[in-house]
């Protein structure tokens, strides 16, 4: 399903899901110091989705940039949630696999005290 058709029409799958899931991520890899696409008014959002949607690889359409706390591999799924093609988005079981190898050795590191 087009993200131009989600927001467009307000039609959703589990497809469009898992390209929020990527926003949703990059909001927490960004410390939500930033808003997604807080660069472009309401009606640039949605032409910016419309160009994603039409064109088969997305070419004219901008999509959010890597935040410095991101690891490459994260990015790089969270372009996979963004294809414009949804059925090359990974399912959410594709995901929770991924992140869960992905942080198999992760060790929380204690929050500085302000």
Same mark, same amino acid.
């Given at each position: ?15 469009? =899901? /898992? ?5 949703? !991520? ?5 410390? +939500?110091?930033?808003?997604? $696409? ?7 959002v ?8 039409? =064109? /088969? ?5 901008? !999509? ?5 706390a +991101?690891?490459?591999?994260? $990015? ?39």
């Amino acid at each position: 399903m087009r993200r131009s058709r989600c927001v467009l029409q307000g039609k959703f799958s589990t497809k469009t =899901d /898992a390209w929020s899931f990527a926003v949703t !991520l990059w909001e927490i890899l960004t410390l +939500c110091r930033w808003q997604p $696409y807080s660069e472009l008014d309401d009606s640039q959002v949605i032409a910016n989705c419309q160009r994603y949607g039409d =064109d /088969a690889c997305g070419v004219g359409a901008q !999509l959010l940039c890597r935040p410095d706390a +991101c690891p490459l591999n994260i $990015y790089d799924l969270m372009l996979q949630c963004w294809s414009a093609d949804s059925s090359q988005r990974p399912t959410f079981y594709q995901l929770h696999t991924f992140l869960r190898h992905a942080n198999l050795h992760y060790q929380p590191v204690a929050p500085e005290r302000i």
